[in-house]
C-alpha cells in the first residue's frame, strides 16, 4: 500500500500536470509502472472486470426497496437488502429477516448509524480547515431537530436521550440500545 506522502504528492502531480483530479486521469497516469500509483491498481483486465462486476451487483442490491410498516403502521420504504450483521464478508440479508432479531436490528442499527457518525466527523474536519465548523454544527442541529420521529403520537419531541455518564458522549456500543 502507498505511504500518504507518496499518496499525497502522486495527486498533486496529476493536478499541477492537468489543471485537475478526475478518477480518470489518475487511473491514465497510473497505468504508468513507474508511477508510485500504479501497484494500486489491479491490472489484470478479467479481475478488475469481475471487481467492477461485484460493485455493480452491490449497487443493484441497494437499489431493491422494500415497503415496511413503521410503529404507526404507516408504509415506509426502506433498503430491502442490508449487511448481515457480524460477518466477515459481505453477505446481504433481507430487511425483513433482520426485523425478527432485535439483537441484529440493533447491531444493524448501530452499523448504519456508524457510517453516519463517520460522514459527520468527515464534513466537522473538512469545516474546520475551511473555518465554517460553527456552521455545519448548525445545520446539523437543524437538520436533527426536522427529523421526524414517528410512533410517540403526540406530535411533540420526546427529550433527548440523556448521555452515559463519562466523557459526556455515547460511545459505538451505546448508539441503539434494547
Known amino acids: 500500500m502507498i505511504k500518504q506522502t507518496e499518496l499525497e504528492i502522486a495527486i498533486e ?3 499541477k500536470k492537468h489543471g485537475e483530479v ?3 486521469l489518475v487511473v491514465n497516469e497510473a497505468k504508468y509502472s513507474d508511477n508510485p500509483l500504479h501497484k494500486e491498481f489491479d491490472w489484470d483486465d478479467a479481475s478488475a472486470a469481475n471487481q467492477h462486476r461485484l460493485a455493480v451487483a452491490r449497487a443493484l442490491l441497494r437499489r431493491v426497496e422494500y415497503i415496511g410498516q413503521d410503529i404507526t403502521g404507516k408504509s ?4 430491502c437488502y442490508v449487511h448481515e450483521p457480524n460477518t ?5 440479508v433481507p430487511l425483513r429477516e433482520v426485523a425478527k432479531s432485535q439483537k441484529q436490528s440493533i ?3 448501530n452499523q448504519e448509524l456508524a457510517q453516519i457518525e463517520g460522514n459527520i466527523r468527515r464534513a466537522q474536519r473538512i469545516a474546520n480547515v475551511l473555518h ?3 456552521q455545519v454544527d448548525e445545520n446539523l442541529h437543524a437538520i436533527v431537530d426536522e427529523l421526524p420521529r414517528p410512533g410517540f403520537g403526540t406530535g411533540k ?3 433527548p436521550p440523556k448521555p452515559p455518564k463519562g466523557k459526556g458522549g455515547r460511545s459505538k456500543e451505546s448508539r441503539v440500545n434494547a
Open 157 to 159: 419531541r420526546p427529550p
Open 132 to 134: 465554517l465548523r460553527e
Open 76 to 79: 415506509t420504504p426502506a433498503v
Open 88 to 92: 466477515k464478508e459481505q453477505q446481504y
Open 107 to 109: 447491531e444493524l442499527l
Open 13 to 15: 502531480e496529476i493536478r
Open 22 to 24: 478526475t478518477p480518470q
